[in-house]
C-alpha cells in the first residue's frame, strides 16, 4: 500500500515494471501504478509488463478513488497479458476511478 499523497508503485523517466503476481494498492486518491515518461523523447521511456496479480487504485473518503494504472508519456508502452485492474472506490461507495488511463503518446 503506497505512503500518502503518492501511488504505490511510480516509474518514471527509462524503468521497467513486471508483474507476476501479488496485489498493489494505492493510498487514498492516488494510483496504484503510475508509469510514465518526464521528458519528451522516446528514447527515455519506461515499459511495464503485466502478466498477473492485481493493481487497485485507493479509496477516497471525499470524492472519486484512484486509477488502478496510469500510463502516459512519449513511448511508454504497457503489455497487460492478465491480471485484475479495479479503479479505486469513491464517496459513498458509488464513483470509481478508472481501471487503465493511457495519455501522452503513450500505449
Known amino acids: 500500500v503506497?505512503?500518502?499523497?503518492?501511488?504505490g508503485i511510480r516509474l518514471v523517466t527509462s524503468s521497467t515494471f513486471k508483474q507476476n503476481g501479488g496485489i498493489v494498492q494505492g493510498w487514498q486518491d492516488t494510483p496504484a501504478v503510475e508509469l510514465h515518461?518526464?521528458?519528451?523523447?522516446?528514447?527515455?521511456?519506461?515499459?511495464?509488463?503485466?502478466?498477473g496479480g492485481a493493481i487497485i487504485g485507493g479509496k477516497s473518503v471525499d470524492g472519486v478513488g484512484g486509477d488502478a494504472f496510469y500510463v502516459h508519456g512519449f513511448g511508454t508502452k504497457a503489455n497487460i497479458f492478465g491480471g485484475l485492474f479495479m479503479g479505486g472506490i469513491g464517496q459513498d461507495d458509488n464513483m470509481e476511478g478508472l481501471s487503465i488511463i493511457v495519455q501522452n503518446f503513450a500505449s
Open 2 to 7: 503506497a505512503a500518502e499523497d503518492w501511488p
Open 37 to 51: 515518461n518526464g521528458q519528451s523523447s522516446d528514447d527515455t521511456a519506461s515499459f511495464a509488463d503485466i502478466y
